[in-house]
C-alpha cells in the first residue's frame, strides 16, 4: 500500500475577547477562518502579523451573528470571493449584509462540507438566534473544536468535546472578579447565566472531562478585560488537567495580538503566549 504523508494542520487565532474574535484552521495550503469579528482590514493586518496569507482563506464560517464575530464577514467574504458558512438563524440574523447565493447553511448536529474541511455545527445556550458550537474536521481526520460564547456546559457541547485534537474553549470571567465588578447587576447576571459565557471553573471543569492523550493544544479564549486575567484562567484550567492524561500545550488567546501559528498534533505541556503588538 502507498504511504501518504499527513498534512501539517496549523491553528492560528487572530484575536479572541469582548471586542473582536477571528481564528485560523490551515492544512494543506487552504484554511478555514472561524468567525471574523473584526474589520477586514484589520483581519488582514492580523494574518500578516501572525505570518499567515489570508488569500488561503476557502470560507468563513461563524459560530453566531453577535457583531465581535460577524463584524468583518460580510465585507471579508466579498473582498476575498469566498462562501460564509453558518446555521440558518444565524444565516438568517445576517442577511441583509451577506451574498445570498455565497452561504452554506449548516444542519444542526450533522457534518457538512466546507471546502475540503468537514464542518459539524452543534447549538449551544447562548444568547444569540441560533448559536454553534464548531467541530472542524481536516482531510486526515483530525478536529478542533471552537467553543466560544456557549452559555453553559450542556451535555451536548461535553460530548462534542470530546476525541478533539485541539480546543478552543471560553475562559471568559473570573466568579469572583465579576461579582464585585462595576457591571450593572443585570450585566452580571447575564454574563454569569445559562445563556451566558463560561466561567474558568466550567470551562476548567469541562477541558477536564474531555482531556486526553490525543488532545494536542487547549486555547483559553475570550477572556473578559474587566472580569478575567491570563494567570487565573490558567491556573483554574492547570488544576483541573493535573491527573489528566492532558500532555499538550495550553495557548492563550490575546485581544489585541495574534498567538503564534501551532501545529495541531505536537506533545508536550507548554504555556504559549501572544505575539507581542506589532509582530
Known amino acids: 500500500m502507498e504511504r501518504r504523508d499527513r498534512i501539517a494542520v496549523r491553528l492560528t487565532v487572530l ?24 474589520s477586514r482590514r484589520d483581519l488582514e493586518r492580523r494574518c500578516a502579523a501572525a505570518g499567515c496569507d489570508h488569500a488561503t482563506v476557502r470560507a468563513i464560517v461563524l459560530t ?112 469572583v472578579m465579576l461579582r464585585s465588578s462595576a457591571y450593572p447587576p443585570a450585566v452580571r447576571s447575564r454574563i454569569a447565566g445559562a445563556g451566558g459565557h463560561l466561567s474558568n471553573r466550567q470551562a476548567a471543569a469541562l477541558v477536564a472531562q474531555v482531556a486526553h492523550a490525543g488532545l494536542s493544544i487547549v486555547v483559553l479564549a475570550h477572556l473578559s478585560d474587566r472580569c478575567n486575567t491570563p494567570a487565573l484562567a490558567v491556573r483554574a484550567v492547570e488544576a483541573a488537567l493535573r491527573g489528566t492524561a492532558f500532555a499538550g500545550r495550553v495557548l492563550v488567546a490575546a485581544q489585541d495580538a495574534p498567538t503564534p501559528p501551532v501545529e495541531v498534533g505536537a506533545a508536550l505541556m507548554q504555556l504559549v503566549l501572544p505575539l507581542p503588538r506589532g509582530g
Open 64 to 175: 453566531h451573528e453577535h457583531g465581535d464575530h460577524s463584524r468583518g464577514a460580510a465585507r471579508a467574504a466579498a473582498a476575498w470571493d469566498v462562501p460564509v458558512a453558518a446555521s440558518r438563524g444565524t444565516l438568517a440574523r445576517l442577511a441583509g449584509a451577506l451574498d445570498d447565493g455565497r452561504t452554506i447553511e449548516l444542519p444542526p448536529g450533522r457534518p457538512a462540507g466546507v471546502d475540503a474541511f468537514t464542518v459539524t455545527a452543534i447549538p449551544t445556550a447562548h444568547d444569540a438566534s441560533d448559536p454553534v458550537m464548531l467541530v472542524v474536521e481536516d482531510p486526515d481526520g483530525r478536529r478542533l473544536g471552537v467553543a466560544c460564547d456557549v452559555g453553559s456546559p450542556t451535555s451536548a457541547l461535553l460530548h462534542a468535546c470530546r476525541g478533539l485534537d485541539a480546543l478552543v474553549v471560553e475562559t471568559n470571567h473570573d466568579e
Open 15 to 38: 484575536g479572541s475577547g469582548s471586542r473582536g474574535n477571528a481564528l485560523l484552521v490551515e492544512s494543506g495550503g487552504r484554511s478555514l477562518l472561524v468567525d471574523a469579528g473584526f
